[in-house]
């Protein structure tokens, strides 16, 4: 990750806007599964087959690559006329080719895998191969994304001179923008919602400039200082000397301003196409 | 569609299914005479009290005729007690079998909310050490331990009560991943604790306990159909219900529907959604109903690229559904495809039935009778899988019409008539949405926009994964005709980080990084137009998701916001009216009477808080 951003007018971090998504509960985990015997979040829910012998795996690999590589693939993630086996649920319930061995060696005729004359000992061994390879929607080993940058330069400029440049310069603010966030899809996410670019679990490169908030009182008084706490019933915030502040809210009363500097990047984030963010991150990548 | 050919066995004809009340020599005998038979005696076609000989064929014949309701429980929750409307008790996930979770409930009324109180709070632990609801008092009861793991299986986070809480005679049952807890609705004090020790698997949340007579149900996420007396809280067998090694995991909470349990799966990793029908007294298996073809000439299969990729295409039945006792149709919402995001294996374009759809199934046979599907060829991991709701009533002017009502986790609101699955209205109940292309297509199905699939740059996408509503339930009263729906307005960026499309499994294949929020609400939809008729955004600038909603004939709607609050709005406009701040709400409100004394209840993480009105 790059390190973090020393001008902190452009990018303004709000970390609340990750929990708000963070903290959803959907049905499925976030992320890949290690493994282990201590769960500790859904990622690592499911143990490691105990790890076959290896011998056996280097026999179960030659055999493999003569006869079921060219159908299933050499990662058993299938091939062009052979399914994924990695995901097999076959595949999964079999512990040391007990359940692969019949579809082996008499194979699937119907659906043109043909037989194999392995002995039980063999398909062990293919077993054992094929078992190295772990089941998991996320394979980190895997995951390599291309470059990002696919948009046109000229019009993102354009674009940016129209959208953004009443509040951020090339030459001012964003001066060097590229290089104080050398990854390109963490600058993408950053001038899109900054804040946002940490992705999972990683730090964001900006640093937060907090939104503040004005109360207006019946009496008249005005509180301002930086927001603590919203909510349908409270609004809490702390002033400049450091005094927290709560005032119970009924419907508009007291009067609440929030003052959120990312509130412009909110106001666009409906109206952008996708080429549109594509144009503006290949024109600020070369702010170097 | 399919059943499960070599288990499958249909409870035949007769008025099954239906759990009324029958002739006194009809359950008593068999089942009295059942308890005689072998354990483990296989079940025979057409009857579920199969066995060998004339008296078994004798038997059968009875038992046919009694049909669904061969065995009614003596004591305890009688399975017609789910046919009635919501008032006194909650037996079941969604209170009564319609979904509306609307309670005829008014001693707690819009005219005295404000003078609710506190009645108790129970913080419950989970674990073999137990000793929850004692924490602020007298101490546990004492915990029971099954399960088939080794018991060193740490499950780290803190407990947290994500489902139904059923209140049956004055007792709670309340569920955590491998933990049951029963207590005293009059104070909260722990009854029993039951703790299953786990091998793993996903332990993301559990959705409460189904009850049949004096036998509970519940599932583990390391796949076991578990029963226990709901008197002890002792275990009185359990069954796998899935493969562990295809890393299924199980949340649901059971459903009871006559002599019928209803499981269905979970799982991340491209292997078949299903639901099972057990009975309630041995836990033999009844039917099996997959969700996507598993075999040539299923119906459906010409939605996939091929039959290996509908055989892992999901399409996971992990929220309980409804039943209509009129047709005898369990309706329910199934799970996205998979792999999720990683569509071209699936078949480009296709439809991938029945993933992310609406099903009926006869609860006595397991067979489809309809379906609509909401999300054609989802891409998103947006599941359909959220608790639909019966209603009937007019429908834009004329009926009275029977319908079923949905809003799926895509965005888009439906009306559906529940007899035939046609297709009555469609909206977008999010502002936000921006996945699918301007025009419906002739069925009213949104038609998916591939440009706003995960790309290597990035497509900015409404709604973030979590979906414009997720599981937690939505209402609707009666009173107003309005439905309720949790909402909200996120938004993300989609990058494509997998470009071989046999690289992705499950899940995989795509990082997805939040852009924020837009706002979360309560929606208020007229069902016959789908629109909005209002909204209440909640003013946070933070915070998660609204909680599952509860609605009342004392003209309350009950819901967590998304800062902590627990809060009572007026369901004709949205107003708030009380409110009490207590943590996050992590399940649906419910409520029952206790005594004579109307209890609102609801969790916030490990804590439950009943509320009551004393006058």
Redo the contacts between chains.
């Keep these: 990750m790059p390190s973090r951003v020393r001008h902190t007018s452009l990018l303004v971090a ?1 970390a ?15 992320g ?1 599964r290690g493994r282990g ?6 990622r690592n ?3 490691d087959r105990p790890p076959g012998d290896p011998a056996a795996i280097e026999r179960g690999k030659a055999l493999y690559s003569v006869n079921c590589q060219f159908c299933h ?1 050499a ?1 058993t ?3 062009d006329s052979g ?2 086996l ?2 097999s ?1 076959l595949v ?2 079999d512990r040391s080719g007990e359940l692969m061995a019949p579809v082996i060696q008499n194979g699937r005729t119907d659906r043109g895998m043909p037989k194999f004359a392995f002995s039980n000992d063999q398909v062990a061994d293919v077993a054992a191969f094929i078992h190295t390879f772990r ?5 980190e080993s ?10 046109d330069a000229k019009a993102g400029e354009a674009f940016f001179n129209a959208k953004c440049a009443s509040c951020h310069s090339p030459s001012g603010d964003l001066r060097g923008l590229a290089t104080r966030i050398s990854d390109d ?1 963490l600058l ?2 950053s001038w ?2 900054p804040g ?2 940490g ?2 679990g990683g730090p964001s490169p900006v640093t937060v400039r907090p ?1 503040t908030v004005t109360v207006t009182l019946p009496s008249g008084e005005r509180v301002e200082g930086k ?1 603590d ?5 409270v609004v809490s915030l702390i002033t400049a000397d450091g005094t927290h502040r709560s005032f119970r809210t009924n419907g508009d009363t007291p009067k609440v301003e ?1 003052h ?1 500097p ?1 509130e412009p990047h ?1 106001k666009l ?2 109206t ?1 196409s ?1 080429a549109d ?2 144009n503006v ?1 290949a024109f600020l990548v070369t702010l170097k | 569609m399919k059943a499960d050919s070599p288990s499958f066995f249909s409870l035949a004809a007769g008025p099954h299914g239906t759990p009324t009340r029958l002739p006194r020599w009809g359950p008593r005998h068999s089942r009295r005479e059942l308890s005689l038979m072998p354990r483990g005696t296989p079940p025979q076609r057409g009857c579920r009290a199969g066995g060998p000989g004339m008296a078994a064929g004798a038997l059968c014949v009875f038992a046919c005729l009694a049909a669904g309701l061969a065995a009614a429980p003596d004591g305890g929750l009688d399975p017609a007690t789910l046919l009635k409307p919501l008032a006194d008790q909650w037996p079941s996930y969604s209170g009564d079998y319609t979904g509306r979770r609307y309670s005829a409930l008014t001693q707690i009324n819009q005219s005295n909310v404000k003078s609710v109180t506190l009645a108790w709070t129970s913080r419950l632990a989970a674990g073999a050490g137990g000793g929850g609801g004692g924490r602020g008092g007298d101490g546990g009861a004492q915990t029971i331990v099954g399960g088939e793991g080794t018991g060193d299986v740490v499950v780290g986070g803190a407990t947290q009560i994500k489902g139904a809480v059923l209140m049956v005679n004055n007792v709670l049952y309340v569920t955590a991943p491998d933990n049951v807890w029963a207590l005293d609705a009059h104070d909260g004090h722990e009854l029993w604790h039951y703790f299953w020790k786990t091998k793993g698997g996903t332990h993301i949340g559990n959705r409460g306990v189904a009850m049949w007579g004096n036998y509970l149900f519940f599932v583990t996420p390391d796949d076991y159909f578990v029963s226990i007396d709901a008197r002890t809280g002792k275990e009185r067998w359990h069954k796998e219900a899935a493969s562990f090694a295809q890393q299924y995991f199980l949340t649901s909470a059971p459903m009871t529907i006559g002599n019928h349990i209803i499981v269905g799966t979970g799982n991340d990793l491209d292997s078949p959604g299903y639901l099972t029908s057990y009975d309630p007294e041995t836990g033999e298996q009844q039917w099996r109903f997959y969700t996507v073809p598993m075999n040539p000439g299923d119906p459906g299969l010409e939605t996939w690229k091929n039959l290996d990729a509908a055989r892992h295409g999901g399409g996971h039945p992990w929220i309980p559904g409804v039943y209509d006792p009129e047709t005898k149709l369990y309706i329910f919402g199934t799970g996205n495809p998979t792999p999720a995001y990683h569509s071209k294996p699936r078949g480009e374009g296709m439809d991938n039935l029945f993933t992310c759809a609406i099903v009926a199934v006869n609860v006595d046979t397991g067979k489809m009778e309809w379906y609509y599907q909401t999300s054609p060829h989802d891409t998103h991991d947006w599941d359909s899988a959220q608790t639909p709701v019966l209603v009937d009533g007019t429908f834009r002017g004329s009926g009275p019409r029977k319908m079923v009502l949905t809003a799926s986790r895509n965005g888009y609101y439906f009306t559906l008539d529940r007899r035939t699955g046609e297709h009555l209205v469609t909206s977008k109940f999010s502002e936000a949405v921006n996945w699918a292309k301007p025009q419906l297509n002739a069925k009213g199905q949104p038609v998916r926009e591939p440009a706003k699939d995960h790309h290597i740059a990035g497509a900015l996408v409404s709604a973030a994964n979590g979906g414009a509503t997720n599981w937690p339930p939505p209402a609707y009263s009666p009173d107003t005709g309005l439905f309720y729906v949790p909402t909200q307005e996120t938004y993300a960026m989609y990058y494509l980080s997998e470009t071989d499309p046999r690289g992705a499994m499950g899940l995989g294949g795509k990082d997805e990084i939040s852009v924020g929020s837009a706002g979360s609400y309560i929606s208020a939809i007229d069902y016959n137009t789908g629109k909005t008729v209002w909204r209440h955004k909640f003013r946070s600038t933070r915070g998660a998701a609204p909680s599952g909603l509860l609605t009342t004939a004392g003209k309350l709607l009950f819901g967590g916001d998304i800062s902590g609050n627990f809060v009572a709005f007026d369901p004709a406009n949205g107003n708030s009216i009380w409110h009490a701040h207590i943590g996050q709400v992590s399940n649906a409100p419910e409520t029952y009477m206790v005594d004579g004394r109307q209890q609102v209840l609801v969790a916030a993480g490990d804590t439950l808080y009943a509320f009551t009105l004393y006058q």
Excluded: C, E
């Design positions: 709000f609340a806007f990750l929990i708000v998504v963070a903290t959803l509960d959907a049905q499925q985990p976030p890949g015997s201590t769960i500790t979040s859904p829910a499911y143990p693939g990662d993630r299938g091939g399914p994924s990695l995901r649920g999964l319930d089941a998991a929607g996320y394979d895997r995951v390599k994304p291309p470059s990002i940058v696919v948009g899809r993408q996410q899109l919602m946002s670019g992705g999972r939104t927001l706490r919203l909510d349908d019933f929030v959120d990312l909110k984030l409906p952008y996708d963010i594509h991150t």
